[in-house]
């Protein structure tokens, strides 16, 4: 049998209802917006000066360092967004902004390799003095990735060139002496914990295709523990449960309403499902819940569906007291989550929901 094999990002085309949407949310609006923030364009918001670090430690112009400590990070991780688009889709003029910051960056590197704006500025006396809290190394590790991704989606070897320079130079500092080796070791039991998050509802396990069950389970993780083959496939998959939860008695305005969670994802009530007036929804969280599948959301969803009452309008818009239950109708209230709201048009939307 053809073993798998990873497929290069270069080539690739991504076309799906969900995914597609969100990469062209990515080119389009957040990587110009973040470009726009790292210039410090954006009005009422906090400076980030982070570009103009690397030209204060380029010597292109005068000042101190803003920010804090990673906040080369930042021009960083927008270069591995570029570089990652880049792949997809050669833009000319995304192109043109990312060689212009590579440019300022590699003029800011120091001659032995060294990078990074807070110490070149403020403190180069102090390099690598503080590693557990001055994030070099996470820096270091953010130029890296951007800089593969760049140079794998551009073939251009500048920001390739200077990333190397940076990690010869961290090799030369922490490596390769012989006290940073373990020879001659035997391969020993390992464990491995594996994070089962509150929401689900239970789990199956997989290692190399056999089903197995965790050695132990203690505070939240499934624990394996052996001697693991130099390529091991492990496979976790969680069952997610549509359900109805209730808060705290000490949250008093909850009191008397519930939320529908499946998995991870909180959903909610929205006008363009159910109607207005949400708070004149009661739904019974004993009649259960039926998912069914709604491709009119973006990307396309499962939605809940429950039973429910409403309470119809008054006859007599002057009552203001009546029986109870003398003006409501059985119905069938539907949910879809939470991060989808408010894409079908301005209307009312609800959490919380009373209950039945």
């Known amino acids: ?32 917006y973040q470009w726009d923030i790292l210039n410090d364009r954006i009005p009422d918001s906090e400076p980030s000066h ?14 101190r360092f803003y920010g804090q400590v990673f906040q080369d990070s930042d021009v960083s991780k927008w ?5 990652n688009v880049l792949m997809l889709e050669r833009d000319k003029e995304l192109e043109e902004k990312a060689d212009s910051v590579i440019d300022i ?75 940073w080796r373990r020879m001659g070791y035997t391969r020993a039991p390992l464990g491995l914990a594996l994070r089962i998050p509150g929401w689900s509802r239970g789990y199956s396990l997989r290692v ?9 389970e203690e505070k939240g993780f499934a624990c394996l523990m052996r001697s693991w083959p130099e390529e091991t496939e492990i496979t976790l998959k969680f069952r997610m449960e549509a359900r109805f939860i209730k808060a705290s ?10 939320a529908i969670v499946r998995g991870p994802l909180v959903y909610c009530l929205e006008e363009a499902d159910n109607g207005a007036y949400l708070d004149q929804i009661a739904v019974d969280p004993k009649g259960g819940l039926a ?23 008054q006859t007599d818009a ?8 003398s003006y409501e109708e059985a119905v069938t209230v539907k949910a879809v989550p939470y991060f989808l709201r408010n894409n079908r048009g301005r209307g009312e939307m609800q959490v919380w929901m009373r209950i039945k």
């Open 208 to 216: 190399n295709g056999e089903t197995v069950s965790a050695d132990r």
């Open 249 to 258: 008695q000490n949250v008093r305005y909850n009191a008397g309403r519930a």
């Open 291 to 313: 998912e069914e599948a709604d491709l009119s959301m973006p990307g396309g969803c499962i939605a809940l569906k429950a039973r429910g009452v409403r309470e119809l309008a």
């Open 105 to 179: 960056i590699a003029r800011a590197q120091q001659p032995d390799g060294y990078l990074d704006t807070y110490f070149i500025i403020e403190e180069p006396d102090k390099r690598w003095t503080n590693v557990l809290e001055c994030h070099e190394l996470y820096c270091a590790g953010h130029f890296i990735e951007g800089a593969v991704a760049y140079y794998l989606a551009t073939g251009k070897e500048k920001v390739y060139n200077v990333a190397k320079k940076l990690a010869d130079h961290i090799d030369g500092v922490f490596g390769p002496e012989e006290r």
């Open 79 to 83: 270069l591995e967004a570029v570089g």
């Open 318 to 325: 002057d009552t203001l007291y009546m029986p109870y239950g």
């Open 1 to 32: 049998m053809e073993a798998f094999r990873l497929l290069e990002k270069q080539g690739c085309t991504i076309r799906d209802s969900f995914w597609s949407r969100y990469i062209s949310l990515v080119k389009n609006t957040v990587i110009p």
């Open 50 to 63: 982070a570009i103009d670090n690397f030209r204060v430690a380029a010597g292109d112009m005068e000042g």
